[in-house]
């Protein structure tokens, strides 16, 4: 956990200095970049960085603010096989859209979120006790998060993540994460 917070500590002093696209390029430039770590239920690791594009709109309810977003990462897992610590790495390339409500009730700095997005595990991914039969899977998750700083440029978030094929073929194990994930607004 050590490498991680030392990664995004790395990660968003060069953001700090990076500049930003020239005009033609402002639709393609992310309005935030992240880090993620997490463990599996099957003695797995998981490490993922990527960018979000806020999606401009926020509606208001009863309850909070909603809004949105589309992220894109790229990230491996490390499996337990055999006994062996890190013996099966996959590559993991994502695309979710995200719904974000920032209930009233818990101030301006909480949010809570949910996307179901398009994930390419590659190769197929496989542990001691399971085996994915796709390499095109589905990843689900909720978050609970806080932005931190005065100018809430960053922010912390807990994720649970559930990886399957949705049944598009057998077996269908499908993989649980808890993740933690820092962010960095641009």
Not at 32 to 58: C, M, V
Not at 128 to 143: I, M, P, V, W, Y
Not at 157 to 173: K, M, T
Request: aromatic share 14%; charged share 15%.
């Amino acid at each position: 956990m050590k490498r991680v917070m030392a990664l995004a500590l790395a990660f968003a002093g060069a953001v700090q200095g990076a500049p930003a696209c020239a005009g033609m390029f402002q639709p393609l430039q992310p309005t935030a970049l992240f880090l993620q770590a997490g463990f599996g239920d099957d003695d797995t690791e998981s490490y993922l960085g990527g960018a979000t594009w806020n999606w401009h709109w926020r509606r208001e309810f009863a309850i909070g603010a909603l809004s949105g977003f589309h992220e894109v990462a790229f990230g491996r897992w490390s499996t337990l096989v055999d006994g062996v610590t890190g013996s099966a790495w996959v590559t993991q390339v994502d695309l979710t859209p995200v719904f974000r409500l920032q209930p009233d009730a818990w101030g301006d700095r909480w949010f809570i979120e949910g996307g179901i997005g398009a994930n390419v595990i590659l190769p197929v991914w496989r542990s001691s006790e399971k085996r994915f039969s796709t390499q095109f899977n589905f990843g689900d998750h909720l978050a609970v998060g806080r932005y931190i700083g005065q100018k809430r440029v960053s922010e912390l978030a807990v994720r649970v993540e559930h990886f399957s094929n949705g049944g598009i073929d057998q077996p269908n194990p499908g993989e649980n994460f808890v993740q933690i994930r820092y962010t960095h607004h641009l």
